[in-house]
T-cell receptor
């Protein structure tokens, strides 16, 4: 089982619709979770971080976390063509011993917003 | 969030040679992370670099192949040694905080011929 799993897509949504991106993770000790947007040829850009169960909203973006189900999602409201990109889910596990931490990335979901 | 300056942005290298990638951060950070992103794939952590101690390498990555330096709290280098075409990839450095997320440099696109 992969540590962080995402549907590779592409996920196609019409402009103005809600895009829903999903991610599951295997390590129950995972403590914080991130969504990144990556345009082709560019480095990943942090969109959202979440570490408590429930919803976190920032503008058009809402991250949802359910630790019991080991599931994290990203909703993009009023999707725009400029939102077309690959969205990476990332999970941070922090090891107290030696202060070591590691972020593991999913393979990404390609989102296409159709004008 | 921290701003990272990474260079070079791209390079084409001959097999058997080495390339050193530099990352400069605009603030002091405890840990810096080095990733590789192969074409069409996600990011794979190479190593974590702490200032004043040896880097911690992930499974499949060794110090002889990817030596890392971390001379101070704002700077780190990753060297890709004795390169082969399989090392062609994008290399990224990253800094951040556990609860708030991580920032990436602009990346180094390496092609080995």
């Amino acid at each position: 089982q992969k540590e962080v799993e995402q549907n590779s897509g592409p996920l196609s949504v019409p402009e103005g619709a809600i895009a829903s991106l999903n991610c599951t993770y295997s390590d129950r000790g995972s403590q914080s979770f991130f969504w990144y947007r990556q345009y082709s040829g560019k480095s990943p850009e942090l969109i959202m971080s979440i570490y408590s169960n429930g919803d976190k909203e920032d503008g058009r973006f809402t991250a949802q976390l359910n630790k019991a189900s080991q599931y994290v999602s990203l909703l993009i409201r009023d999707s725009q063509p400029s939102d077309s990109a690959t969205y990476l889910c990332a999970v941070n596990m922090y090891y107290d011993s030696g202060g070591y931490q590691k972020v593991t990335f999913g393979t990404g979901t390609k989102l296409q917003v159709i004008p | 969030s921290a701003v990272i300056s990474q260079k070079p942005s791209r390079d084409i290298c001959q097999r058997g040679t080495s390339l050193t990638i530099q990352c400069q951060v605009d603030s002091q950070v405890t840990m810096m992370f080095w990733y590789r992103q192969q074409p069409g794939q996600s990011l794979t952590l190479i190593a974590t670099a702490n200032q004043g101690s040896e880097a911690t390498y992930e499974s499949g990555f060794v110090i002889d192949k990817f030596p890392i330096s971390r001379p101070n709290l704002t700077f780190s280098t990753l060297t890709v040694s004795n390169m082969s075409p399989e090392d062609s990839s994008i290399y990224l450095c990253s800094v951040g905080r556990q609860l708030y997320g991580y920032t990436f440099g602009s990346g180094t696109r390496l092609t080995v011929v």
